[in-house]
């Protein structure tokens, strides 16, 4: 495992004091002093550095913003090396900004580290922590010192934590062995995956791989327990429906900024944070989680990956992608409801099982859905039952990296005969098509097989092959290894020969003369020439030492007599000497191949423009770097070139170009280009101007404001930024907004906050946050209120109470006040006085030992605390007797944990009073049903020792009760509740299904249920002793039951239910044997009263309805129905406009027009529909003015003694078909007006009686519903009589027969009335005798209905329809009849609905 070595840092000499953390998450401080001066302040960041993760060669960048009083020195640090080099850490510091600024122009990956930022001043210290990671570019190799050491340590056999680097350290890159993998995956597998991945990796001792991997885990746990808090949740990877792979970690850091890296097969892996951009790797946090994710997966992602933090190892998982695909993707399928929906599809190769997943979530084997696989599998299958319009969505297939999906689609039933019926499940399924997907598999099968034909047959060859050079390799190693020792005993023997021989002639030239002494010298040079020319002729071949025969048996070092031959070349097809078949020597050449040029790329950029952000006021550069120096070049903005100013600069300093602007602003923001030699390069310049606040206010702001309760806190602080800027206040996390006691007021660069009548609750911290659209930026301050404490706290703990004294002690207040508590003050009382004496303050600590006591009496007491603040309220003591025994509280009741014929098992919760020593046992006793006598169940010396105990003196069939007292030091204190009664037989069989379940009321939101309790059968189903009832909504799968405990009645009624839902309700019945089979209502229930039909309640309803144009149309009507109607109004069989205004209410509904027109006349009918029926009812609303007098009017005699009254029709006759006329008549011998017809719906009236020598005038009036028109008057008309000479002729004396038959005058007209309205009839008939006149309808005489007023008046008959309805169309016919004859007359009457 990667360990971390811990960096600490030392404080100065001297330098000791508090330390806490500051309000800015990451910085720890330490205070010299105990107490600060006023107007000082120890130092603290106000912006602290963040961690940084940048690329190799990049510039990277530290900034920091300060505060305290004095103003604090900031130097920087690193946790492995020093910054002295000035060159490579440039430490900044900018008094405009107040920013502190640590530069590394050029990173490398040594400088990777953990850096510290320190301020001081003469009151304290503050520190913050900061990590820079460097992401490597190109391969790097390593020294080959430390090569060769790392190799070295590889190389032994040493433990598997042993190869597992420091903490604190990246772990080195390089893939993992195979021992290292197998480790890896079993420490973050499941215990029920062991056995597989032993079985894959070939680990054979289980039992050793448990205790290793236990003893692996414990030494992990110990160096994550460093940088983590708690890690949970470890979902390895999946591979989802959009093909990408995630995994999931959820951990709690103990430093935020800690860094975490990913590897695959040990070999970092760079990702990004940022979830929107297009990388392979990412990684999104939210809140504790971390989710990884691998995008555009493919086969080369396959592999072992590993999260670490700080180079501590803490999850592991295997990514196995299969080599499969989809040869036939699932199709989108169409069913209706209560069908089943079939999805399948078919894979190129075989897998036990594919993911299947329905709208996002994983879908599993269950009543609900069936995965099947074929036998071969390849085909693959997902059955979803019983769909229901929730059921409907998108399901999706994922095979190893790929995945396919398709939509289900529910159709729902339609027929009306069902709806709010449980529709029956049909039994036929939607999609399938087995015949084309099984031949589809037997190709995917057949081609599978060949091509695993074909890996077995190069399997076959490459290991045949490899064998063959292993076997090679291992000849040519016995070959070489027997060659070097014939040659090592062939060289020691020839040495030992030449020694002799030498010595032999050395031996010889001594006895020789002095003379001979050169020519024996010569001869035995000659001889050792000889012997050394022997050795040379042939190669002696001198074995490597031990260790080079271990690592190359094969390799040999050749000792040559003779120099090498230069320049010789070797044919390829020789073999070499010693060395194996595979391997050819080199052809060697003399000379290059090609003629060496040296080409001038010219001018380039060896380091281009980086866009750069910049705040408004603080200076900004940008740098590019050319290959050349004196390299002279053309800056451009927004494509103008830039000319210099006071603000922006340009200068070049060797290769390097530079863009300097002092003090930057919004006119500075865009693209900035540097031209020279025909090359370009280009950055962009961004201007922020975010929220920040005023330095000096924000030191005045951050002191702590002290006061006390009732008082008031001012925070007011000073800011920039741009506009518009959101200003929000709060208090411990919660937002504040004007009230009373909050007043927030907001100026032109400044905000205040002031809190009135405050209280010890509001003590807390107060945030100012600032937000526009380039950040955010917060300020803390703390507001502490001070108050006198809280009553001291109970329960009273008794230390002693003995015959001497009473020793008690209490917990301090809750709250203190903000205040140390100085005393405490106690009084006390014995009981049966009504004095109380003061024992005064005893001090600050929560204990009290009272002496002063008599044996045996009570005792109470009173404590206060007593701060600078003042003293709380008093908490009074229960009563505390000197010198008695304690005994212990009654347990609670015993609960039956099971029973049998012969034993009973009870178990007890000890109790919360313990008299104030130990528990030491418990007596239990019980006592038959109906009896008064309790009875032990233990030996009186056998105490209980457990909470739980098995009464086995039980008689089978009996009916017991018990119950248990406690003991302790004092003795046995008093029983406790007794238990439920409960038999002595063994367990019973769970009921079987309640009966006649019914509903027997429901309302909008309550259901009432009964039923009857389930029959009884020995040894099968035993007596109810309980119900449960649960219902489910139609649109969720689970049950919810209604009542927690068991009901004994057959009733119950089910609360809190929604308006018209769905719900299935069942019961099941329980008893002491378990809960039976449910018993469920034939169909759903809808939360609604009992069905009603609709049916209207007004007891007068009027039909008709006339309202003046202009006023409005008000019509309301009850009814009552169940469930809820729908209420539709039609106006003449079609919907109602938009200006007519419907009101529903609970039973009641209202029609309003509110300004009529006559357009709006027309029959209104109101429609109130549900599932039980329907119910109409239709009112005329007709919507007119007061008419218009008719036109001129005109008088015609046609008949002696009548005249004919015509005019003309009124101009509202033709819209108003209700319109009709009143004729009015004037003599000259009576002056006044009188009423002569009414109800005339033609334009002409004939008068009758009328009388010559008299001057008659007629009135006409329109009228209608509204009222009467203005009369139109008729000129005056008189029949002058004629005077003739009277000439009496005397006649001769005839008998005057004055008898005729009958004889119609004037006959009847046709007419057209609407219905509801009134009709009037009228001819003139002449005859003597005068006829009888007879009405027929249709053939039907209407002498004697009373529904028609007819009268016969001088001859002239009439008929009147008081309300015309449709059974009074058809035709109408008078008859006149007297002895001399008979006529008749006919018309017709329509009647118009």
């Not at 042939?538 to 048996?553: K, L």
């Not at 209604?1042 to 809190?1056: A, L």
Request: hydrophobic share 35%; aromatic share 8%.
């Amino acid at each position: 495992m990667w360990k971390k070595s811990k960096v600490t840092d030392k404080s100065a000499e001297g330098q000791k004091g508090k330390k806490f953390r500051s309000k800015v998450p990451g910085v720890m401080i330490t205070q010299y002093v105990e107490e600060i001066p006023e107007g000082k302040s120890h130092p603290d960041f106000t912006r602290k550095p963040i961690a940084l993760t940048i690329q190799e060669g990049k510039c990277g960048m530290f900034k920091a913003i300060v505060m305290g009083e004095p103003a604090p020195k900031v130097t920087w640090n690193r946790a492995n090396g020093n910054i002295d080099d000035p060159e490579k850490f440039k430490s900044k510091y900018d008094e405009a900004s107040n920013e502190h600024t640590l530069e590394i122009p050029k990173v490398c990956t040594e400088d990777a580290d953990t850096y510290k930022c320190f301020a001081t001043n003469e009151y304290g210290e503050a520190v913050c922590t900061i990590q820079l990671n460097v992401i490597e570019v190109g391969f790097k190799k390593k020294k080959a010192i430390a090569k060769s050491k790392e190799e070295l340590e590889a190389s032994k056999p040493v433990a598997f934590r042993k190869m597992l680097k420091k903490r604190g350290e990246v772990r080195e890159q390089k893939p993992l062995e195979s021992d290292e993998k197998v480790w890896e995956i079993l420490m973050c597998a499941d215990k029920k995956d062991y056995e597989h991945i032993c079985a894959e990796y070939g680990i054979t001792n289980f039992r050793g791989m448990l205790t290793r991997l236990a003893e692996m885990k414990r030494e992990r746990e110990e160096e994550q327990a460093q940088f983590i808090e708690h890690i949970s949740s470890l979902k390895h990877i999946e591979v989802n429906a959009d093909e990408n792979a995630t995994f999931e970690i959820d951990m709690d850091l103990k430093d935020p900024s800690s860094r975490i890296f990913l590897y695959k097969d040990g070999v970092m892996v760079p990702y990004t944070k940022e979830m929107e951009e297009e990388t392979k790797h990412q990684l999104k946090r939210v809140g504790k989680k971390y989710v990884f994710t691998i995008k555009n997966l493919d086969p080369a992602d396959a592999g072992l990956y590993s999260v670490d933090v700080e180079g501590v190892n803490v999850f592991s998982t295997d990514f196995k992608i299969p080599p499969v695909n989809f040869a036939v993707k699932i199709q989108e399928v169409k069913a209706e409801e209560r069908q089943d929906a079939l999805f399948q599809c078919v894979l190129t190769g075989p897998m036990d099982e594919i993911h299947w997943m329905g709208k996002n979530a994983p879908i599993q084997n269950n009543d609900k859905f069936e995965i099947t696989v074929s036998e071969d599998k390849l085909i693959h299958k997902l059955l979803v039952k019983d769909c229901q319009p929730l059921d409907a969505g998108i399901y999706a297939a994922v095979a190893g990296i790929h995945s396919c999906n398709a939509w289900l689609v529910v159709e729902v039933d339609q027929d009306p005969a069902n709806k709010g019926k449980k529709i029956a499940r049909k039994t036929t399924q939607a999609g399938g098509g087995d015949v084309d997907l099984e031949k589809i598999a037997k190709e995917q099968a057949e081609k599978y097989k060949n091509d695993m034909e074909e890996r077995m047959a190069e399997a076959k060859i490459k290991a045949a092959e490899r064998g063959a050079a292993d076997a090679a390799a291992r000849a040519e190693k016995e070959a070489a290894e027997a060659a070097a020792k014939t040659a090592r005993k062939a060289a020691r023997a020839v040495e030992a020969k030449a020694g002799k021989k030498a010595a032999k002639l050395k031996a010889k030239a001594k006895k020789d003369a002095s003379g001979d002494v050169a020519a024996g010298d010569g001869a035995a040079a000659r001889a050792e020439g000889d012997a050394a020319a022997g050795e040379a002729e042939e190669d002696i071949v001198i074995s490597m030492d031990e260790s080079d025969e271990e690592e190359e048996a094969t390799r040999t070092k050749r000792v040559r007599s003779g120099p090498f031959v230069p320049d010789t070349v070797i044919d390829d097809d020789e073999e070499a000497p010693n060395e194996q078949p595979e391997k050819r020597r080199k052809r060697t050449r003399q000379g290059p191949l090609l003629k060496e040029e040296n080409v001038d790329p010219g001018v380039h950029f060896n380091l281009g423009l980086s866009d750069f952000t910049a705040i408004v006021g603080d200076p900004a550069e940008i740098v590019c770097k050319m290959s050349k120096e004196n390299v002279d070049g053309v800056w451009y903005k927004d494509g103008e070139e830039i000319e210099p100013d006071d603000v922006l600069t340009m200068s070049k300093d060797g290769c390097f170009q530079y863009l300097k602007i002092s003090k930057i602003s919004e006119d500075y923001a865009g693209k900035y280009k540097f031209e020279a030699d025909g090359r370009k390069t280009e950055a962009m310049i961004v201007v922020e101007d975010p929220p920040r606040f005023d330095p000096e206010g924000l030191k005045e702001f951050m002191v702590p404001i002290i006061i006390k309760k009732g008082q008031k806190a001012t925070f007011k602080i000073s800011f920039v930024g741009r506009d518009p800027m959101k200003i929000q206040w709060y208090h411990e996390g919660e937002e504040l907004s004007d009230n009373t006691n909050i007043k927030i007021e907001h100026a032109e660069g400044q905000s205040r906050l002031l809190l009135n009548k405050l209280q010890r609750k509001d003590t807390g911290e107060i945030k100012i946050k600032l937000k526009n659209d380039f950040g955010t930026s917060e300020a803390f301050a703390k507001v502490v209120i001070y108050d006198k404490p809280t009553p001291p706290m109970g329960p009273l703990e008794i230390i002693e109470a003995s015959q001497n004294a009473i020793d008690i002690k209490w917990r301090p207040p809750k709250d203190d006040g903000g205040c140390k508590i100085v005393n405490y003050i106690l009084e006390r009382q014995q009981i049966g006085r009504n004095t109380w004496k003061k024992l005064g303050p005893i001090g600050p600590e929560a204990r009290y030992k009272d002496t002063d006591v008599d044996h045996g009496r009570k005792y109470c007491y009173k404590i206060m605390a007593d701060t600078e603040m003042g003293t709380s309220e008093l908490m009074e003591t229960e009563d505390v007797q000197a010198g008695t025994k304690a005994y212990p509280g009654p347990p609670s009741a015993p609960k039956v944990v099971s029973a049998f014929k012969d034993c009973i098992t009870l178990t007890w919760i000890p109790p919360s009073n313990t008299g104030g020593t130990n528990i030491l046992g418990y007596n239990m006793e019980k006592r038959k049903k109906g009896s008064n006598l309790w009875s032990p169940v233990h030996p009186a010396d056998d105490r209980i020792k457990e909470n739980e105990f098995g009464v086995k003196d039980v008689i089978e069939g009996m009916e017991y009760e018990f119950r248990v007292a406690a003991i302790n030091n004092s003795g046995a204190g008093e029983f406790g509740a007794l238990s439920e009664f409960v038999f002595a037989r063994d367990p019973k069989k769970p009921p079987g299904k309640v009966l006649d379940l019914k509903v027997t009321d429901s309302t909008y939101t309550t259901l009432s249920l009964g039923w009857t309790k389930p029959r009884e059968e020995e040894g099968v189903e035993d007596e109810a002793k309980g119900y449960f009832v649960e219902i489910r909504p139609a649109e969720s799968p689970e049950w919810d039951r209604c009542n927690t405990n068991p009901i004994i009645m057959t009733s119950f009624t089910v609360k809190g239910m929604k308006s018209m839902a769905m719900y299935w309700v069942r019961v099941v019945a329980t008893n002491d044997g378990g809960e039976g089979k449910p018993q469920e209502l034939d169909n759903y229930i809808l939360a609604m009263p009992p069905p009603v039909r609709p049916k209207f309640t007004d007891q007068k309803i009027k039909s008709f309805m006339v309202v003046q144009a202009g006023n409005s149309a008000r019509f309301n009507i009850n009814f009552e129905a169940s469930p809820w109607p729908d209420v539709t109004w039609l106006k003449d069989g079609v919907p109602v406009s938009k200006r007519v205004t419907i009101s529903n209410t609970e039973g009641a509904s209202q029609l309003l027009i509110p300004s009529s027109e006559h357009s709006d006349t027309g029959i209104y009918t109101i429609l109130i529909k549900n599932i039980v029926g329907q119910e109409t009812f239709s009112i005329e609303i007709r919507v007119t003015d007061e008419p218009k007098p008719p036109g001129p009017v005109e008088v015609d005699e046609n008949v002696q003694g009548t005249v004919t009254v015509s005019w003309t029709p009124s101009p509202d006759e033709k819209r108003d078909n209700r319109l009709h006329y009143l004729v009015s008549k004037r003599d000259s011998s009576k002056r006044t007006w009188h009423t002569v017809a009414d109800r005339i719906f033609n334009n002409k009236f004939t008068a009758c009686n009328i009388l010559p020598g008299r001057e008659y005038q007629f009135r006409v009036y329109a009228k209608n519903d509204m009222g009467s028109s203005k009369p139109s008057e008729s000129l005056k008309w008189e029949i002058k009589g004629k005077r003739e000479k009277f000439v009496l002729q005397m006649p001769e004396s005839k008998t005057c027969n004055l008898e005729h038959p009958p004889k119609f005058l004037v006959p009847l007209k046709m007419h057209t009335t609407p219905q509801g309205y009134e009709c009037y009839m009228s001819c003139a008939v002449r005859g003597d005798p005068t006829p009888h006149v007879t009405w027929f309808r249709n053939n039907i005489s209407l002498n004697t209905n009373t529904n028609y007023l007819i009268a016969n008046t001088c001859g002239v008959c009439s008929m009147l329809i008081l309300r015309v309805g449709a059974k009074d169309s058809g035709e109408y016919t008078i008859i006149a009849e007297n002895p001399l004859g008979r006529a008749e007359c006919s018309t017709k009457l329509t009647v118009n609905d």
